[in-house]
């Protein structure tokens, strides 16, 4: 079993990340390795250019996700951890890719139209052919499991139909499909002073997010100031109904614990926020203080990530070429 995941580079991460994606790595690196299967995350810089940023930006995202992923817990003596750009080779195979998809299946691709919306030719040709980089990205290491999210499972039917094509037309059988992992359901978080909107960078409020960057007193002030109700937590989950802002509490106590939200609520049933919202703070800053000051040490050493970007793509480069080497004789190059 060997598992390959991509991490677009963002910057200013926040809870609803840390428990949405990132802790969700971490927990899938430990299973896999558990059962004996590899682990390779990278991070999708080439990807990140298909909508237009800043190069300053990009940059500085990918090392923040970088330092993010090792304090969080992702091992790079364990799991491969690299960039793409370091790897050629996705770029090249990527290449080949493109003249075996189809432009009809690349038109069936949703996320291409929800993304373009209205302006379908202002997007890049990047944009467009973002599934193909993809397929590229799994199929250079003959990755037998991909993670994905609701919205990547059409990518990942098209890297299968990318990989069946290729054997077929060039009479080989060199690319393995790759099967979806379907992991635990991620926790949804919310803005913590509107829980009819998910926590995100792009709200304008700094009291409505938790930054993975905040200092202690930060992380315990925001969690003081949350919007909550009056009223006591009820002894089941079904008894959060419509008390949006609570049960986004109980979410987040529940998933920075690794416990149920039912399990929460049977410790705290009866009491109200002024009982809970310091606990969720102590254990918040708990959890949370440990990555931050990791994160904030590795990002004073920009030598250290480099190192591990380029030992993690050391080996990734390792894996590729024989079958990126293959690939170009199956073709006749
Ligand atoms: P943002 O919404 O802040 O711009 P991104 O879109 O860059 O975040 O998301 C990066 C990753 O973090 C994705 O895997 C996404 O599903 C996850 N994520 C982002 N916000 C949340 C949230 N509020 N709750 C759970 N997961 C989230
Ligand atoms: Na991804």
């Given at each position: 079993?060997?598992v390959v995941?991509?991490i677009?580079?963002t910057?200013?991460?926040?809870?609803?990340?840390?428990?949405?994606a990132?802790?969700?790595?971490?927990a899938?690196?430990?299973e896999?390795?558990?059962?004996?299967?590899?682990?390779?995350f990278f991070i999708?810089?080439?990807h990140g250019l298909t909508?237009w940023?800043?190069?300053?930006?990009?940059?500085?995202n990918?090392?923040?996700?970088?330092a993010?992923?090792?304090?969080a817990?992702?091992?790079?003596?364990r799991?491969i951890?690299?960039?793409?750009?370091?790897?050629?080779a996705?770029?090249?195979?990527?290449w080949?890719?493109?003249?075996?998809?189809?432009v009809g299946?690349l038109?069936?691709?949703?996320?291409?139209?929800d993304?373009?919306?209205?302006n379908r030719e202002?997007?890049?040709v990047?944009?467009?052919?973002?599934?193909?980089l993809m397929?590229?990205?799994?199929l250079?290491?003959n990755a037998?499991?991909?993670?994905v999210?609701?919205d990547?499972k059409?990518?990942l039917e098209?890297?299968?139909d990318?990989?069946?094509k290729?054997?077929?037309?060039y009479?080989?059988?060199l690319?393995t499909?790759?099967?979806?992992l379907v992991?635990?359901?991620a926790?949804?978080?919310?803005?913590l002073?509107?829980?009819g909107?998910?926590?995100?960078?792009?709200?304008?409020?700094?009291?409505s997010?938790?930054k993975l960057?905040d200092?202690d007193?930060?992380?315990?002030d925001k969690?003081?100031?949350?919007?909550t109700?009056p009223?006591?937590?009820?002894?089941n989950?079904?008894?959060?109904?419509?008390?949006?802002e609570?049960?986004n509490?109980?979410?987040i106590?529940?998933?920075?614990?690794?416990?149920?939200?039912?399990?929460?609520?049977?410790?705290y049933?009866?009491?109200g926020?002024g009982?809970?919202?310091?606990a969720?703070?102590?254990?918040a800053?708990?959890?949370?203080?440990?990555?931050?000051d990791?994160?904030?040490?590795l990002?004073?050493?920009a030598?250290?990530i480099?190192?591990i970007?380029?030992?993690?793509?050391e080996?990734a480069?390792d894996?590729a070429?024989p079958?990126?080497r293959?690939?170009?004789?199956?073709m006749?190059?």
């Amino acid at each position: 079993m060997r598992v390959v995941s991509g991490i677009k580079p963002t910057g200013n991460l926040h809870l609803g990340n840390y428990l949405g994606a990132v802790k969700q790595w971490v927990a899938m690196q430990d299973e896999v390795q558990a059962s004996g299967g590899e682990t390779m995350f990278f991070i999708a810089d080439l990807h990140g250019l298909t909508e237009w940023i800043a190069p300053a930006e990009l940059r500085a995202n990918t090392i923040e996700m970088t330092a993010t992923l090792v304090a969080a817990g992702i091992d790079p003596a364990r799991s491969i951890l690299f960039n793409q750009t370091r790897v050629p080779a996705h770029s090249e195979l990527s290449w080949l890719l493109n003249n075996v998809a189809r432009v009809g299946w690349l038109n069936r691709m949703t996320q291409f139209k929800d993304k373009a919306g209205k302006n379908r030719e202002g997007a890049s040709v990047g944009l467009y052919d973002y599934p193909v980089l993809m397929a590229a990205d799994v199929l250079l290491y003959n990755a037998t499991h991909v993670p994905v999210g609701e919205d990547q499972k059409q990518h990942l039917e098209l890297a299968r139909d990318i990989a069946t094509k290729f054997n077929t037309d060039y009479a080989t059988e060199l690319f393995t499909l790759p099967e979806p992992l379907v992991s635990r359901a991620a926790p949804r978080i919310m803005s913590l002073r509107d829980a009819g909107a998910k926590m995100s960078k792009s709200n304008p409020s700094e009291m409505s997010l938790i930054k993975l960057i905040d200092a202690d007193d930060v992380i315990a002030d925001k969690f003081r100031k949350a919007k909550t109700d009056p009223d006591v937590l009820p002894g089941n989950v079904e008894g959060l109904d419509g008390r949006a802002e609570a049960k986004n509490l109980v979410t987040i106590f529940a998933a920075l614990a690794d416990r149920t939200p039912a399990d929460v609520l049977a410790e705290y049933e009866g009491k109200g926020f002024g009982a809970f919202k310091p606990a969720l703070a102590d254990l918040a800053v708990a959890t949370l203080g440990p990555i931050r000051d990791e994160m904030t040490r590795l990002l004073d050493d920009a030598a250290a990530i480099d190192a591990i970007l380029d030992r993690g793509a050391e080996k990734a480069r390792d894996l590729a070429a024989p079958v990126l080497r293959q690939a170009q004789e199956a073709m006749g190059l």
